[in-house]
């Protein structure tokens, strides 16, 4: 768990849309990897029951 610390300013706005800028940034390309993964195994179980059924 982390303390907080009294002596850490708040964020100023600029820093704070900074931090929501990266934080969406981050977030797009978990979902792009996320979709790419769901994909990929759709693609590996096509292959495998096709492959299995002949």
């Given at each position: 768990m982390s303390k907080i610390?009294?002596?850490t300013?708040?964020?100023s706005?600029?820093?704070q849309k900074a931090y929501q800028a990266r934080q969406k940034h981050r977030a797009a390309i978990?979902?792009?990897l996320l979709?790419?993964?769901?994909?990929?195994f759709?693609?590996?179980t096509f292959v495998k029951i096709n492959g299995s059924a002949s």
């Open positions: 610390d009294p002596d300013k708040p964020m706005p600029e820093e978990m979902a792009g979709f790419f993964l769901v994909v990929l759709y693609l590996i």
